[in-house]
């Protein structure tokens, strides 16, 4: 037998030519054997338009795929052929009186999603129908209704974006919701989280992003798990506050809610990516359950009057210091006419001295600039060195532990509002929703670092 066209879906070169020669197609239930003597077991799956043509990718009986070389495949037996259809299954959302009512805004995050191996785009499950069908968990705790309010990849949230999503979010409270989920890409999860701090004040009601770092088909996958904590959270959580919920552990024991000034993307494939930076979560949630790590919280009050102040200037940008910047760069940004810089400035907020005369040109021209720590954890205290003194003399405002990310985010909401230099500097430097702390807890910075024999003991009885 001869495999081609559309039986061949998604494959080109080498690899399509090489299952034609084997005479399998995609969706055909093999036993692959490689030139090691390894045997595979799965399912040939449709490859991804964008990939290489040297592979043949299998998802195997586990769950998991694999892909193995063209060249290394020395034997294919075909057990069976069956198309798969990738459809979601969706069944009528029950509606209970006596459940709370949650919302659930989508932005285009992949949570209670699949991917399309042929083109290696995520299809989501978005309508009530559909994430019940997916994860049925979610009819037991509350009574969902969802809006798509657009669907990107979160690397393209953007300042349109921000104020539709607070727009939507104060829609939602007025109308009466007991909390609202926001379904969003981790990447830029922490931005997002950050800039609705500042534009949602006041919020009588939990919001919550959530997402998951891997797709729904996935055996590992955290989309589940992550939407029921937040759904669960949404309805019967205590803080009212802009937070994310994900993964807590790389187990699924349960999930942490940091707070949207202070949580950070910290690994780029781990399901417990999210931590909380210079402070501790604000809860542990489980299916049945929240254990509340800190007291000073905004708590659920629906006689609250929410503000919604949704603007943004989208000419501010984040200057990552390093070793030999040169000053051009300064002045290049101002040429290009940003009104706010965050610098994410070495140890304690410095700069060399070559930035100086430029980042002083800035400032008399009207630029308002900012210094964050690159470090993450600890505080700007530019009044230590000599270095930092004559960055003070310059005209630059200290933002204490403020998160580089999240200070971009301020500042730009802030500078929506004035580009008076003392009112500019007033507003950043005093906290609205916890982005600055006025000190770090004993156990707010902890770091496993392994290879210390006090780490090694401690992970060797934990590790799942």
């Not at 959580?237 to 187990?251: C, L, R």
């Not at 604000?282 to 708590?299: G, I």
């Amino acid at each position: 037998m001869s495999a081609t066209g559309d039986e061949l879906k998604g494959y080109r070169g080498r690899a399509r030519a090489r299952l034609a020669e084997l005479g399998v197609r995609v969706w055909s239930r093999v036993k692959l054997t490689n030139d090691a003597g390894s045997v595979f077991e799965g399912v040939i799956l449709p490859r991804s338009e964008t990939f290489d043509d040297l592979h043949i990718v299998i998802k195997m009986v586990n769950g998991y795929n694999v892909g193995v070389h063209v060249d290394r495949v020395t034997e294919v037996e075909e057990l069976g052929w069956k198309e798969a259809v990738y459809k979601i299954p969706e069944k009528e959302f029950p509606v209970r009186p006596n459940l709370p009512k949650v919302t659930l805004l989508g932005t285009g995050g992949t949570i209670a999603s699949r991917l399309d191996y042929r083109t290696g785009a995520v299809i989501p499950a978005f309508t009530p129908g559909e994430l019940y069908g997916a994860v049925p968990e979610l009819a037991d705790i509350c009574n969902l209704t969802t809006r798509k309010l657009f669907g990107v990849f979160s690397e393209n949230m953007a300042r349109d974006n921000y104020i539709a999503l607070a727009l939507a979010i104060g829609e939602e409270i007025a109308a009466g919701v007991d909390g609202i989920v926001i379904g969003h890409g981790t990447d830029t999860m922490g931005h997002t989280a950050a800039v609705l701090s500042f534009m949602v004040q006041d919020s009588p009601v939990p919001i919550v992003l959530v997402g998951s770092q891997r797709s729904s088909d996935r055996p590992s996958s955290d989309a589940a798990l992550n939407l029921i904590h937040a759904v669960r959270t949404a309805a019967y959580g205590d803080i009212a506050e802009v937070m994310i919920a994900m993964f807590g552990p790389t187990s699924d024991r349960y999930g942490l809610l940091h707070r949207g000034t202070r949580c950070r993307k910290m690994h780029s494939s781990y399901r417990s990516t999210f931590r909380t930076v210079g402070d501790i979560p604000l809860a542990t949630v489980s299916r049945d359950s929240f254990t509340y790590l800190s007291k000073d919280y905004r708590r659920r009050d629906k006689s609250r009057q929410v503000r919604v102040d949704p603007v943004y200037d989208e000419r501010t940008t984040i200057l990552y210091y390093y070793p030999g910047m040169h000053p051009d760069l300064v002045d290049a940004l101002v040429e290009k006419g940003y009104h706010g810089i965050v610098i994410a400035g070495t140890g304690l907020g410095h700069v060399n001295k070559p930035l100086y005369p430029a980042l002083k040109r800035a400032i008399e021209q009207g630029v308002h600039v900012v210094m964050a720590v690159q470090t993450l954890w600890g505080y700007a205290q530019m009044y230590v060195y000599d270095t930092g003194r004559d960055l003070l003399d310059i005209g630059i405002v200290p933002l204490d532990n403020m998160l580089p990310e999240t200070a971009l985010m301020k500042l730009s909401w802030v500078l929506a509002h004035t580009r008076d230099h003392a009112e500019v500097a007033r507003m950043m430097t005093t906290p609205i929703a916890h982005e600055i702390t006025p000190r770090e807890p004993h156990n707010g910075y902890l770091i496993m670092q392994g290879g210390l024999p006090e780490i090694e003991e401690w992970i060797k009885t934990h590790w799942k």
